[in-house]
């Protein structure tokens, strides 16, 4: 019973943190971009990175509710990851 809590706990983190960036890059694709889903080889590494660094640094420097700081974290670089996939392919539609 403990493993499969820890396995439907770690399925919610990945979809709090990767799903807000694969649902933009879903939209793009539903809109004809065929290269929508190319940046987010880069982007899934880079958040979780971004995500387990952060956390870590919280632990080192003791702040209290160490759970709620995480799931904090984890929405916050999922919807930076999401703005950031914005801003590339807004980036790329204005210089093409």
């Known amino acids: 019973m403990r493993l499969l809590l820890i396995a439907f706990a770690t399925l919610v983190f990945l979809g ?3 799903g ?3 649902a933009l890059a879903l939209r793009y694709w539903r809109r004809g971009d065929a290269r929508a889903f190319s940046p987010l080889r880069y ?3 880079a958040q979780l990175m971004t995500t387990v660094a952060l956390a870590f640094g919280a632990d080192v420097f003791g ?13 916050m670089v999922g919807v ?3 703005g950031l996939l914005f801003l590339m392919r807004w980036v790329q539609r204005w210089r093409a």
């Open 16 to 18: 709090v943190l990767w």
């Open 63 to 75: 702040f209290r509710q160490p759970a709620a700081l995480l799931a904090g974290i984890t929405l």
């Open 20 to 22: 807000p960036a694969f």
């Open 80 to 82: 930076l990851g999401a």
């Open 43 to 45: 982007l899934y590494p």
